[in-house]
């Protein structure tokens, strides 16, 4: 996705089982050094090792990033932590979830919690990575990545599309029928989608790459998703008292 002499952005998008979810995997490498971002769960384990062994030694990862609690971005943690010297970043709210997953206890003091207001990591010595807030969307304790070296912003389930055939979204009107549905189920509320609009246009981002699904490419498909997100209503925002009823009572 992104290819320079010291930069590199690797995407995996076909590891998933067809029963499961289809997920996305990246590797951000900067002079030597990688991050791993949402690694997924132990049916992509041994398939998505392999395939970043050869673009860096797994010993040379040295973040593993975690956007949120859910198991196709944790679920393999222990394997991750037991094959490289990584340290693990997620947000404060679900380092005492992980071992519910099989993290061994020995591994535990390679969990880095991140405070509620994101923080900053340095790879390769000076390209210094965004973690940025993004919660409720749809995680109460969520995060992304902003990568300024390539100017890609990594977002988790915002952006999330289902179904589409093509890699890139090159028709965002037809596109937003892979989207829609996922977006006003699983974010939380408007409110929140307007405030990450407001963070995120203080960046200078020329590609939005989701999870799940296809990717915004260049700064005009960029800025027509953040419009659209930004004037969604979701979640609570539809939300009726016929949706609370007891089953069974008229």
């Given at each position: 996705?992104?290819?320079?002499?010291?930069?590199?952005?690797?995407?995996?998008?076909?590891?998933?089982?067809?029963?499961?979810?289809?997920?996305?995997?990246?590797?951000i490498i900067h002079k030597g050094e990688g991050m791993l971002l949402d690694p997924g769960g132990h049916k992509v384990f041994s398939k998505l090792l392999s395939d970043i062994?050869?673009?860096i030694p797994p010993n040379q990862i040295k973040y593993i990033f975690l956007s949120h609690q859910d198991p196709d971005i944790?679920?393999?943690?222990?394997?991750?932590?037991m094959t490289t010297k990584a340290q693990a970043y997620i947000s404060k709210l679900?380092?005492?979830?992980?071992?519910?997953?099989?993290?061994?206890?020995?591994?535990?003091?390679?969990?880095?919690?991140?405070?509620?207001?994101?923080?900053?990591?340095?790879?390769?010595?000076?390209?210094?990575?965004?973690i940025l807030p993004?919660?409720?969307?749809?995680?109460?304790?969520?995060?992304?990545?902003?990568?300024?070296?390539?100017?890609?912003l990594f977002s988790g389930d915002l952006g999330a599309s289902l179904g589409q055939d093509y890699f890139f979204v090159e028709n965002f009107d037809e596109h937003i029928k892979y989207m829609e549905g996922f977006h006003k189920?699983?974010?939380?509320?408007?409110?929140?989608?307007?405030?990450?609009?407001?963070?995120?246009?203080?960046l200078d981002i020329e590609m939005i790459v989701p999870q799940h699904g296809a990717i915004f490419k260049g700064k005009e498909m960029v800025e027509r998703f953040i419009n659209w997100i930004e004037n969604l209503q979701v979640g609570v925002d539809l939300l009726t008292q016929e949706k609370y009823r007891v089953p069974g009572v008229i």
């Amino acid at each position: 996705m992104y290819d320079t002499p010291e930069h590199k952005v690797i995407f995996f998008e076909e590891l998933t089982p067809a029963s499961a979810v289809q997920a996305n995997q990246v590797l951000i490498i900067h002079k030597g050094e990688g991050m791993l971002l949402d690694p997924g769960g132990h049916k992509v384990f041994s398939k998505l090792l392999s395939d970043i062994s050869l673009y860096i030694p797994p010993n040379q990862i040295k973040y593993i990033f975690l956007s949120h609690q859910d198991p196709d971005i944790v679920a393999a943690i222990n394997g991750w932590l037991m094959t490289t010297k990584a340290q693990a970043y997620i947000s404060k709210l679900w380092t005492r979830f992980l071992p519910h997953f099989g993290l061994d206890s020995q591994l535990e003091d390679r969990l880095i919690p991140i405070d509620d207001s994101g923080t900053k990591v340095v790879l390769g010595g000076d390209c210094e990575l965004l973690i940025l807030p993004a919660h409720f969307m749809h995680s109460p304790g969520n995060f992304q990545v902003y990568d300024p070296c390539s100017k890609i912003l990594f977002s988790g389930d915002l952006g999330a599309s289902l179904g589409q055939d093509y890699f890139f979204v090159e028709n965002f009107d037809e596109h937003i029928k892979y989207m829609e549905g996922f977006h006003k189920r699983y974010m939380a509320s408007n409110k929140v989608l307007k405030f990450w609009a407001n963070m995120v246009r203080q960046l200078d981002i020329e590609m939005i790459v989701p999870q799940h699904g296809a990717i915004f490419k260049g700064k005009e498909m960029v800025e027509r998703f953040i419009n659209w997100i930004e004037n969604l209503q979701v979640g609570v925002d539809l939300l009726t008292q016929e949706k609370y009823r007891v089953p069974g009572v008229i």
